[in-house]
Antibody, heavy 118, light 112 residues
Framework: QVTLKESGPGILQPSQTLSLTCTFS??????????VGWIRQPSGKGLEWLAN???????YYNPSLKNRLTISKDTSNNQAFLKITNVDTADTATYYC??????????WGQGTLVTVSS | DVVLTQTPPTLSATIGQSVSISCRSS???????????LNWLLQRPGQSPQLLIY???NLESGVPNRFSGSGSETDFTLKISGVEAEDLGVYYC?????????FGAGTKLELK
């Protein structure tokens, strides 16, 4: 059974760095073709893909966030991570991680709400 | 970036009615490996998105077969053959052929 769960700080202040963790089970990020993606959704709005990391440590980023993103993984502990630097109120959203393989986003976590506020 | 244009933005349906949602891409989603990475997802109120269809027309495991997907290159369609109450929510198309991956703006399916 595949499960993913996101965790984050809940609330942080503008200019701080947001650190998110995706803890998963039921698959390995060392398996050929496997990946984890991060997607966010402001309240009442649509979905925005942020980044993906793959079994071979290849990484894709959304250039709209202008080099503020860093994605990484800990294969041994079944975790993936996303850092977003210099946050502002526009980064307030629910953040999801999802298992991806060959473009198929089949399993999603429940999401974690992040609020940026002074 | 690839722009996905979904129509209509809102869809009102009665139970049992068949409906279709269109997703048009600003460029071909045919990948160099021969696959077309166009997904359809449903987000019910208060829930995470759920994958319905992957690679244009493949039904995800556990998804009822009243859902079907079709299309190629830049034009794609999701059809629901007989809407049920549990189908209400927002439908998104998503492409994973070209990075950055992108989503359509969504189609909200409501009861008439």
């Amino acid at each position: 059974q595949v499960t993913l769960k996101e965790s984050g700080p809940g609330i942080l202040q503008p200019s701080q760095t947001l650190s998110l963790t995706c803890t998963f089970s039921g698959f390995s990020l060392s398996t050929y073709g496997m990946g984890v993606g991060w997607i966010r959704q402001p309240s009442g709005k649509g979905l925005e893909w942020l980044a993906n990391i793959w079994w071979d440590d290849d990484k894709y980023y959304n250039p709209s966030l202008k080099n503020r993103l860093t994605i990484s993984k800990d294969t041994s502990n079944n975790q993936a991570f996303l850092k977003i630097t210099n946050v502002d109120t526009a980064d307030t959203a629910t953040y999801y991680c999802a298992r991806t393989n060959w473009g198929r986003f089949a399993y999603w976590g429940q999401g974690t709400l992040v609020t940026v506020s002074s | 970036d690839v722009v996905l244009t979904q129509t209509p933005p809102t869809l009102s349906a009665t139970i049992g009615q068949s409906v279709s949602i269109s997703c048009r891409s600003s460029q071909s989603l045919l990948d160099s490996d021969g696959d077309t990475y166009l997904n359809w997802l449903l987000q019910r109120p208060g829930q995470s998105p759920q994958l319905l269809i992957y690679s244009v027309s493949n039904l995800e495991s556990g998804v009822p077969n009243r859902f079907s997907g079709s299309g190629s290159e830049t034009d794609f369609t999701l059809k629901i053959s007989g809407v049920e109450a549990e189908d209400l929510g927002v439908y998104y198309c998503m492409q994973a052929t070209h990075a950055p991956y992108t989503f359509g703006a969504g189609t909200k399916l409501e009861l008439k």
